[in-house]
């Protein structure tokens, strides 16, 4: 299995929208397109589509929202000035399933929610996701998430590359690996190190970038 087959899209915490998508203009030589606002968390999106299903999601605080409930689980109080991977959704057509096989393996993905938001066109975009209870492990552990009937976003998304490889980094790289077995994510590599890092390289326009 490849990585790219087992990612639903990879998440970039960004200090501001406007800044993460200036990053990508630099980084992928694409500007993304702006997504919709999730009223739920407090959060807004740009997108990338990575091809293959897949796509690069630029989320930051919303400020037009009173709180952002999603900041500690995303990991965007500790995004700084410049953009980085806080975590990524794992495909998956049995939340459930996939969350139980978690919870064996020693995590919890947190229980099951329905998600949506609105595009700029209109059109609502339904999904479930399963929502862990904290921020844990780094964020190197995915979301499962099942958009069901909704158009996927990696297909109406800008084209901006293509996903060549995804690896996580922790200090734990056992503990990782077999959570991510479990949640059918085999394709995606595991290396040691001293902090959690979530690494991948896009195909662009700019050659492959390692983007962390």
């Known amino acids: 299995m490849r990585s790219s087959d087992a990612v639903d899209h990879l998440v970039l915490g960004a200090p501001t929208l406007e800044a993460g998508i200036a990053w990508a203009e630099a980084t992928l030589g694409v500007t993304p397109q702006r997504g919709g606002r999730h009223p739920q968390w407090g959060t807004h999106n740009a997108l990338v589509s990575l091809g293959h299903g897949a796509y690069l999601e630029i989320l930051a605080r919303d400020p037009a929202a009173a709180e952002c409930p999603a900041a500690p689980l995303f990991g965007l109080d500790s995004v700084g000035a410049a953009p980085r991977l806080v975590t990524w959704m794992s495909r998956a057509t049995n939340v459930e ?5 978690a919870l064996r393996a020693g995590h919890d993905a947190g229980r099951v929610r329905g998600g949506s938001r609105m595009r700029p066109d209109g059109t609502e975009l339904t999904w479930q996701v399963a929502v862990p209870p904290m921020r844990a492990m780094g964020g190197v552990i995915p979301w499962p998430i099942d958009w069901g009937w909704s158009e996927h976003p990696s297909r109406t998304a800008v ?54």
């Open 159 to 212: 084209r901006g590359g293509t996903l060549a490889w995804l690896e996580v980094e922790h200090p734990e790289p056992a503990r990782v690996r077999a959570i991510l077995d479990a949640m059918q994510c085999e394709g995606v590599g595991v290396t040691q190190a001293r902090e959690p890092a979530i690494v991948a390289g896009i195909a662009c326009a700019k050659g492959v970038v390692v983007v962390r």
């Open 97 to 101: 399933g996939i969350a139980s096989a």
